[in-house]
């Protein structure tokens, strides 16, 4: 073969259209509300910085829509990503694989504890089949984008083929795009798939250059032999494809889960719309370094909903500059500490929004009269 017949080198291989075009919409925050935002909560009837994080997300949220006050994130919805993992195989958790679609199915009953978590904070909860390894019924709040069932065991071969996680990506954005359509103004990642938590310190080993070990955790509660077993699995996968942080396609096709790629879609197009996301646990970090190695400005758009108990959530969102908004050692996924955080994001907007001036309401400003 020739230099000129050559293959292509993998991270110079074009995105889809739909992900290309997604890419270029994706912008950061505007720098004329960012400070519009910053003028006005130093305005407030409060001492300045008192809200701590809740007045920079009240500057993010003002920056993303370009204006400010932003708009009221009343309008939520938490979209849970559901899909199955061949790494389950090696032994990486004692939960049956056959759990991802039960718990889907308990999601569609309305009995799990996102269910009511979403009801407390009245947030809209759709589920997205892009890979459980079983057939599901159609049912109202289930979204049916099945790549295929379940990814192959990446300690054997790719999770699944580049050609797959595109169409994954792709579905991600066009989820994002349809719930915004329906009138969502904040969206929430959520997830479901055993064995997920594997993929995800895969991909945050491969994106933040982290030694598997300090990015693994305990996911579902496994004890400390099945937790060496899990990072020795990872250790295995990584050396057999040796994926490139520079081709986030492939580290996905190597390493990553259908729900990570969806996930990944999802964030971007919130970007693209300038819609907020709020990133639940371990996962959505994962993906969110996916789509930020594809759009660094994503990140204009994430707020860390919580800081999970598994390690290499904590990593990622330190390498994305995201602070979590709570804390509470929650580890179970589903988009709970995504949804535990919305109220805090409505606050910090409603803040900038409906709090009285000094000025406005006539009470002195200790800063203006030292």
Known sequence: MTEAQSPEPEAQRPL???????????????????????????????????????????????????????????????????????VHAQGVTPWPQEVTAQ???????????????????????????????????????????????????????????????????????????????????????????????????ALIAVFTGTDPALVTGRGTGIDTATLDTKVEVIRRALALHQPDPGDPIGVLSAVGGLEHAGLTGFLLGAAALRIPVILDGVIAAAAALCAHALAADSVAAMIAGHRSTEPGSQIALQHLGLRALVDLDLRLGEGSGGALALPLVRSAARVLREVASFDSAGVVDKEQHQ
């Open 16 to 86: 889809s259209e739909a992900i290309a075009t997604t890419v270029a919409e994706v912008s950061g925050l505007d720098t004329d509300a960012v400070s519009t935002a910053r003028q006005r909560q130093d305005s407030l009837t409060k001492p300045r910085g008192s809200l701590g994080v809740l007045e920079d997300i009240s500057v993010q949220l003002s920056g993303l829509a370009g204006s400010c006050p932003p708009p009221l994130p009343d309008k939520a919805t938490i979209a849970v990503f559901a899909a199955d993992h061949g």
């Open 103 to 201: 718990m889907v199915g308990n999601f569609l009953a309305g009995g799990a504890v996102i269910n009511a978590i979403a009801a407390e904070v009245n947030a809209r909860v759709v589920i997205i089949d892009i890979g459980v390894a079983a057939e599901l019924d159609d049912h109202p709040m289930l979204l049916a984008h099945k790549v295929r069932a379940g990814t192959a065991d990446m300690t054997e071969t790719a999770a699944m083929s580049r050609a797959e996680v595109i169409q994954a990506v792709e579905t991600g954005i066009s989820v994002a795009r349809r719930l915004v359509s329906d009138g969502a103004q904040c969206l929430v990642t959520g997830d479901m798939g055993i064995a997920n938590t594997t993929a995800s310190a």
